[in-house]
Nanobody, 121 residues
């Protein structure tokens, strides 16, 4: 079955950096656009960045443009998000997914467990 495992989150001070990783399995990773999203309790999940299947084109939310870098390794089914110049408003749980989002058995959307990023002094 499909699986997404995010890691790399943690507590970092404003201005610091973190690199998130997502290991995917159960689908043809290299055939799809992949995305990073984030969610703060009480708010809707927000699309942060996307990268097409061959990695040559990327898009970013305005709030992270110039600070975050999305990349992928199709040989290792791994998606990464390098986050620099972090701000307190970047605090959220970060999730990766496919575009369109993966489906769990029964057709409901599938999301991994996410990784918590906390930016605080």
């Amino acid at each position: 079955q499909v699986q997404l495992v995010e890691s790399g989150g943690g507590l970092v001070r404003p201005g610091g950096s973190l690199t998130l990783s997502c290991v995917a399995s159960g689908f043809t990773f290299g055939a799809h656009t992949m995305t990073w999203h984030r969610q703060v309790p009480g708010k809707e999940r927000e699309l942060v960045a996307s990268i097409i299947n061959i990695g040559t084109h990327t898009k970013y939310a305005d709030s992270v443009k110039g600070r975050f870098l999305i990349s992928r390794d199709n040989r290792r089914n791994t998606l990464s998000l390098q986050m620099n110049s972090l701000k307190p408003e970047d605090t959220a749980v970060y999730y990766c997914n496919r575009d369109p989002p993966l489906e769990a058995s029964g057709g409901s959307p599938y999301w991994g467990q996410g990784t918590q990023v906390t930016v605080s002094s």
